[in-house]
């Protein structure tokens, strides 16, 4: 299986590299760079969208499967990419949005047009709920971007839904015909093309209940309410993957990812387990979720390092006992900085704490996945940036509603925005810091999003010929992680699980290699000896019998 040891650097074409000077990355700026990632050891680039889209959620709103967002290039350029992964001895993924498309899409436009168009059933539509003579949506249903997941449309008098923005309409997977256009248009389409897999959006969401009921209220304030139970994991999604795989999928020798977030043991064995014909892997929410509600990632609390262990379990525990396979990450595009998230993002720290999460993530078992910008340790935005920098349609939605009901400079709204600053999507979004020109050598005038001010300090220029950046750190972590198959396929034993400064593991494969590692998840000095026995293959520290702060060390035993 090619995808086990892989590692996987996603790309996010918006702010990755503009080529042509207008703002906006490109296809053919990944392609200038094809020689770095590839420098870095990664194995497969995962290409966010960059189908044809009105760009209300980034590309995850798709208006045609078949054309490329004309900013980032053509189908042309897109077959270069192509060759130029492949003839590097990469592969490329792309992100497979089939739970929604845009209502610019074609599908959308015919199916809102009347209510007898032979497309009106391949969304989702209902009549109106009267409530005193008021016109209500069907349900109280909560979008993921804030409001109701309803959308009332004039012309036939009825609401569509969308579980995300008003502009991303659900598909109807119970239609045949409409399944059928799907594996035809954005999964055939592209294999055809010779792409070699896909990360799978929102893989758990396609089947609706039924029934439609109201949400039971979890969040008395709000009118609207999370709709999960009624919508992730439902009774046909199993069999809407098995079909795909089987209609699609299975002809070629592809690899898939889904993206599914939180799940029990049991339903995630029935998404990825080896013999089910669904999925190849997927990613799991528990570790980049972490200190959120779980039914609102603005409601933050805390957590602390066991509850941090805690998540490395959840999402591997089933490695060995059963022929599930899982994913190791911790940032994307919808997520922080990991740094500033789960280290230390301060100038004295910055690059030591990255490094001591570079060898977690290098130990843990499942295909490895890297975000743009993580390799050199970009951090969250600033956090006195006011809410105009930020662009994404998720922050900017949460921060209308929450305005509509408090006074801006209320504390609840200060609040808010010291949680935005922690944990919105758009700290991953911000131009990739090339170097310490204007605009970060991201582009030749200013960027659709601002850059992140710290660029002059991290940017890759001054990193690549560094033998002790953060960079090059994570390249012989991704090296060192392919020479012991402990650390890919092993189980994970994690020792005092309690201790609240170090994460302490050992990894194993019967018959073969054992790895411990200690790493120093606080400021302090932590007192350490090591058996004298055991090799030392890595760390960030001077190997004295103390781990300083945020020191880390990987032995062979
Ligand atoms: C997934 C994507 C996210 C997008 C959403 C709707 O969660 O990762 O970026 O907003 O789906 O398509
Ligand atoms: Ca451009």
């Given at each position: 299986m090619w995808w086990k040891e892989a590692s996987i650097y996603q790309i996010w074409p918006a702010s990755f590299k503009d080529s042509n000077d207008d703002g906006v990355g490109d296809i053919q700026g990944i392609i200038s760079k094809l020689d770095y990632v590839k420098n870095l050891g990664v194995d497969i680039i995962w290409l966010s969208p960059m189908y044809d889209s009105p760009q209300d959620d980034m590309g995850y709103d798709i208006s045609n499967y078949e054309k490329v967002y004309p900013k980032y290039g053509d189908l042309n350029d897109m077959t270069q990419l192509i060759e130029g992964c492949h003839s590097r001895g990469m592969k490329l993924i792309l992100d497979l949005v089939i739970n929604h498309t845009s209502s610019e899409h074609e599908w959308f436009k015919q199916s809102r047009a009347s209510l007898d168009n032979p497309k009106r059933d391949w969304y989702i539509w209902k009549k109106p709920k009267y409530v005193d003579g008021k016109r209500c949506p069907p349900n109280n249903w909560l979008s993921y971007f804030s409001g109701s997941a309803w959308e009332y449309d004039e012309a036939t008098d009825e609401y569509y839904l969308h579980l995300f923005a008003k502009s991303q309409p659900d598909l109807n997977w119970e239609n045949e015909e409409c399944r059928n256009a799907i594996y035809n248009s954005a999964v055939k389409f592209w294999f055809e093309k010779g792409i070699d897999g896909f990360r799978i959006d929102t893989a758990g969401m396609y089947s609706k209940d039924q029934r439609f009921l109201d949400a039971p209220i979890?969040?008395?304030?709000?009118?609207y309410q999370p709709c999960k139970v009624f919508h992730q994991n439902g009774p046909r999604i199993h069999e809407f993957h098995q079909e795909m795989f089987k209609k699609v999928t299975s002809h070629y020798d592809a690899m898939t990812v889904g993206e599914v977030g939180h799940c029990s043991r049991d339903e995630l064995i029935r998404y990825v387990g080896a013999s089910r014909g669904e999925m190849n892997m997927m990613f799991l929410f528990d570790m980049v979720e972490l200190g959120s509600d779980p039914l609102d990632r603005f409601r933050y609390m805390d957590f602390d390092l066991t509850d941090f262990k805690n998540t490395v379990i959840r999402q591997s525990e089933f490695i060995g006992t059963t022929d599930a396979w899982t994913t190791v990450f911790n940032e994307n595009h919808d997520q922080a900085r990991s740094i500033t998230r789960f280290a230390n993002d301060s100038p004295e720290y910055r690059v030591k704490s990255g490094k001591l999460l570079a060898m977690l993530q290098s130990c843990l078992s499942g295909t490895l996945f890297l975000y743009q910008g993580q390799e050199i340790g970009m951090t969250n935005v600033p956090k006195e940036w006011p809410i105009e920098e930020y662009k994404d349609i998720n922050s900017i939605n949460y921060y209308q509603e929450l305005v509509e009901k408090h006074p801006k400079d209320s504390a609840k709204v200060k609040e808010f925005m010291k949680v935005l600053n922690l944990i919105a999507r758009d700290n991953a979004r911000t131009p990739v810091q090339w170097d310490s020109t204007a605009y970060a050598g991201f582009s030749g005038v200013e960027p659709w999003m601002r850059v992140n001010d710290n660029y002059k300090e991290i940017n890759a220029a001054s990193q690549v010929d560094d033998p002790e950046s953060l960079y090059n750190f994570w390249s012989k972590c991704l090296a060192n992680r392919k020479k012991f198959p402990s650390l890919i396929y092993g189980q994970i034993e994690i020792l005092n699980l309690d201790n609240k400064d170090t994460f302490e593991f050992v990894k194993k494969t019967e018959g073969k290699d054992e790895i411990y590692v200690i790493l120093n998840f606080s400021q302090k000095d932590v007192d350490f000896t090591p058996n004298s026995e055991w090799k030392l293959l890595i760390t960030n520290g001077d190997n004295s019998s103390k781990l300083t702060p945020y020191e880390g060390r990987i032995y062979s035993m």
């Open positions: 979890v969040f008395p304030d709000n009118e």
